[in-house]
């Protein structure tokens, strides 16, 4: 079925810092792909999502290529912040039996941005 | 906009009581989500409703049931609560496509 796998965490870095935090799935067809973040404390919010292959999405300064060869979607961002400290969740939509409105979760990778 | 909201935030439960959560959206969304959120296994999902009238098992549904009362409001019931239903709760609700889900803010649920 399909899956998502995301890089274990914790993360930690310090502010300035380069970020990737990878993620790579599996899906028959063309899923659309998402990352989500969650402050502490709070629910999850989208941050970047991508519809098709070689879409960048970007927010925030966050950017993250959907590659079908490498069946990728991997998070960077050039300078982190100590706001960026957060839970990073990779997730595609679910098109297996027709209904692409549920989501396929990875289990989330946290990051911690020391200043 | 309120976006999703959540009632209530914190709640504590024995073990047998039983109470329901409430969630509201003014975003004229169809699809509804009831989620689970324990520490390292992300987010597993307890029920869904694709559309007003319509409600399906996801992954965790034993202990739970829901009620899509209207377009607007989706309540998860727990009728016999058990210490392993201490999770955070979260409520999210999307369009039709592309499956984009906005979250409420969660609740957080402790069984003794």
């Known amino acids: 079925g399909d899956s998502v796998t995301q890089m274990e965490g914790p993360v930690t870095l310090s502010e300035e810092a380069f970020l990737t935090i990878n993620c790579t799935y599996t899906a028959t067809g063309y899923p659309s792909l998402f990352w989500y973040v969650q402050y502490p404390g709070e629910g999850l919010q989208l941050l970047l999502k991508a519809t098709k292959a070689d879409d960048k999405g970007s927010n925030k300064g966050f950017e993250a290529t959907y590659r079908k060869e490498t069946t990728s979607f991997h998070l960077e961002k050039g300078s982190v912040q100590v706001s960026d400290s957060a839970v990073y969740f990779c997730a595609l939509s679910g098109i297996r039996d027709g209904n692409n409105r549920k989501l396929i979760w990875g289990l989330g990778t946290s990051l911690a941005v020391n200043p | 906009n309120a976006g999703v909201t959540q009632t209530p935030k914190f709640q504590v439960l024995k073990t047998g009581q039983s109470m329901t959560l409430q969630c509201a959206q003014d975003?004229?969304?169809?699809?509804m989500y009831w989620y689970r959120q324990d520490p390292g296994m992300g987010l597993r999902l307890i029920y869904y409703?694709?559309?007003?009238?319509?409600?399906d098992k996801g992954e965790v549904p034993n202990g739970y049931n829901v009620s899509r009362l209207n377009k607007r409001e989706f309540s998860l019931r727990l009728e016999s609560a058990a210490p392993s239903q201490t999770s955070v709760y979260f409520c999210?609700?999307?369009?039709?496509?592309?499956?984009?889900?906005?979250f409420g803010p969660g609740t957080r649920l402790t069984v003794t």
């Open positions: 409703s694709a559309s007003e009238g319509t409600t």
């Open positions: 975003m004229n969304h169809n699809s």
């Open positions: 999210a609700s999307s369009d039709l496509s592309p499956s984009e889900q906005y």
